[in-house]
Structures are given as structure tokens and as C-alpha cells.
Nanobody, 120 residues
Framework: HVQLVESGGGSVQAGGSLRLSCVAS?????MGWFRQIPGKEREGVAT???????LYADSVQGRFTISQDNAKNTVYLRMDNLKPEDTAMYYC??????????????????WGQGTQVTVS
């Protein structure tokens, strides 16, 4: 049984930083962070595979960093230089496939409940 629990969201001023965490139980091969604002489709932000391969959306490249701590079964999303347009509900998602770096929501069968990030 796969369970994903996100944490670390909050409110921050533009230019500030946050670190999101996603604790995964039940195993994972690739994990992604996605975000969604009301009325819009969920979009991929960053993804990481167990083999360390990463992929970022153009809108966050150079500002966000995805990383993993396998001992803790946790994937992090470090977000620096946050902008108001980064405001969204952030979700982590996982797949059992190792080496898959995809920003498509359809690639991930397992999803967390989300954590809100607000940038003003």
C-alpha cells in the first residue's frame, strides 16, 4: 500500500524560500512534485528517479531543487526566489517505475493530499 504525506507548505513573501517534504511508504521508483491552482490543470514542477535523474519545468528551473533521502523515504522540493505565480496547492506523486522522469500527471498512480504554498 503506497501512502504519500506532504508537509512544509505555508505563506512566504516574494523572494523567500520554502522546503516541501514528501514521506513515502510502500516503495517508489520515481517521484514528482506537481502544483495546481483552482480552475487550472495540475502541472508538473519537478521529478526525480531513484537513480538520481531529475527533470524540472522551465518555469522553476534554477529556482527549485528536488532531492531525495532514501534512508528516510523522503523527497524534498527546495523552492528559492519564490514568486507570486508559484502560489498553488503542491502535490507529490509517485510511481514504482525507476528511471522515469516525467512531468505528466498520467505517469503517476499514487498521490498525496497536497500542501498549500502562498507567495505574496
Amino acid at each position: 500500500h503506497v501512502q504519500l504525506v506532504e508537509s512544509g507548505g505555508g505563506s512566504v513573501q516574494a523572494g523567500g524560500s520554502l522546503r516541501l517534504s514528501c514521506v513515502a511508504s510502500g516503495g517508489w521508483g520515481s517521484m514528482g512534485w506537481f502544483r495546481q491552482i483552482p480552475g487550472k490543470e495540475r502541472e508538473g514542477v519537478a521529478t526525480i528517479s531513484r537513480d538520481g535523474t531529475t527533470l524540472y519545468a522551465d518555469s522553476v528551473q534554477g529556482r527549485f531543487t528536488i532531492s531525495q533521502d532514501n534512508a528516510k523515504n523522503t523527497v524534498y522540493l527546495r523552492m528559492d526566489n519564490l514568486k507570486p505565480e508559484d502560489t498553488a496547492m503542491y502535490y507529490c506523486a509517485s510511481s514504482r517505475t525507476v528511471g522515469m522522469c516525467s512531468l505528466r500527471t498520467s505517469a503517476y498512480p499514487y498521490w498525496g493530499q497536497g500542501t498549500q504554498v502562498t507567495v505574496s
